[in-house]
């Protein structure tokens, strides 16, 4: 009992019970079969019963009696069952046994396997007192290999969860090192947002500052004003915050409200009802309907009649629309994003804005920078139009050119220049050079850099400019020639190059 009991692992316990039971009572042979999940008998220890005896007739006998016992949870004799069983008698007569028994392995009401023991010498050898003893061992080894069996299937899970673990591990190493190289990317390229702005060319700190305020704001379902001066990107920026949150999926629709006449405006929002007034023929839904469950943008919002703006703060405030001439209001589900180039505030201090619906609006105010502000954008702007209007044609930019895109103050902003560079393709063959920009954009327009606030150093440096780059341009890029024309030194050419930040056209 003590030597079953020190027993931890399954596969020696067996080998013990087999032995104890073989040399306590005696007998030639001994075999133990354990009931696999699906029922199946399989041998797993035996004594003076070598495999290739394990077939045929003695392999059918030993399982056979197997079964009974564990049907009947009863030790089974031979000298019993073969009165009943023809079959088993004659298979124990072929193969020359005296002694035969099955003691089955009970254990907390389960019936683990069967213990299997013949001789093929003593007859009779399973007396009243070897019956008692074998039960006595089965009992204690059934519980015996209970234990070993959870204490082999908990090893068993517990190196199945450490492989897991290890895989995972493995995984979350990976995923780590991915996420490190994705955050190292975006770091270097300067990207600090969750979602994609690709339609937005900007990577200036002012872009960067916006694009960050616009990504948080994008999974929320708040309004949000958009100021900005004329031709910088607001209705991109909308349509931006519209895709990449929740209702990206559902419609976006854009409205003017400044170019709607006052009369119109109120039918265009809200719609109409068939007779409303002269010449509503039909029954039309309004942006609002046509909107509901995705995003309204409201241009130039700032233009908009003080009635209009009334019945506007009563949707905002109760999600509900009526159509003009109609009696009943329908409830819409539609995020609003408004848009001006106007100081709405000052316009509130004027009375010509409700300070209730500016506050209703501007939630959340995003300002879009003027270009102005983000001249080192200049350039991929202008790589982006090329490619956008160029129609297949390889058309370059001259440095020249590209010089006098950056210092010109752009007042349209970004549409100002995109019509730039579509004038300027139409004129030009494989390169852009300065003469193909406007003459405003070619000398830098002086109205426009009073407009900018130039004093009158910056005006003189971009004079300066001018001339160094027509030197260089008429020399092919020669700085001695240059520096002749020009009646300074080439070293002097050369420091004012470099505080101009002027390089030789390539």
Known sequence: MRALSSRDRLRPLLEQVVD?????????????????????????????????????????????????????????????????????????????LRSVLAVPLVARGDVLGVVYLDDRVRRGAFGPGELAWVRLVASQAALAIADA?????????????????????????????????????????G???????????????????????VDRVTASDVPVL??????????????????????????????NCGSVPETLLESTLFGHVRGAFTGASATRAGLFDVADGGTLFLDEIGEMPLSMQTKLLRVLQNGEVRPVGGERSRTVDVRIIGATHRDLEAMVAAGTFREDLFYRLNVVGIRVPPLRERREDIPLLVSRFVEKYAAGRKVKVTRAAMDRLAVFPWPGNVRQLENEIRRALVLADDRIDAGELSEEVARGGPSAARDAGLGLKA??????????????????????????????SRFGLQKMMRRLGIKVNA
Not at 151 to 165: D, G, P, T, Y
Not at 192 to 212: C, H, N, Q, V, W
Request: hydrophobic fraction near 45%; charged fraction near 30%.
């Open 20 to 96: 104890t039971m073989v040399l306590w009572t005696g007998v030639e042979r001994g075999l133990l079969l354990l009931r696999a999940p699906d029922g199946r008998l399989v041998p797993r220890a035996a004594r003076n019963l070598a495999r290739q005896d394990l077939r045929g007739e003695q392999l059918e006998l030993s399982t056979s009696l197997a079964r009974r016992a564990m049907s009947e949870r009863e030790a089974i004799c031979a000298t019993d069952a073969f009165a009943q069983v023809g079959d088993l008698h004659a298979s124990v007569h072929a193969l020359g």
């Open 149 to 189: 069996r959870d204490q082999a299937l908990l090893r068993r899970a517990v190196r199945k969860a450490e492989r897991a673990n290890a895989r995972l591990a493995a995984e979350l190493g990976a995923r780590e090192a991915e996420l490190a190289s994705v955050r190292a990317e975006l770091a270097s390229s």
């Open 191 to 213: 990207a600090e947002t969750r979602f994609r702005y690709d339609e937005i060319a900007g990577r200036s700190e002012p872009m960067r500052a916006m694009l960050k305020l």
């Open 226 to 255: 958009l100021s900005g001066e004329s031709g910088t990107g607001k209705e991109l920026v909308a349509r931006a915050i519209h895709a990449n949150g929740p209702r990206g999926g559902r419609a976006f629709v854009s409205e």
């Open 459 to 488: 005006r003189v440096d971009a004079l300066e400019a001018e001339l160094v780059r027509d030197a260089l341009q008429k020399t092919g890029g020669n700085q001695t020639r240059a520096a002749e024309v020009l009646g300074v």
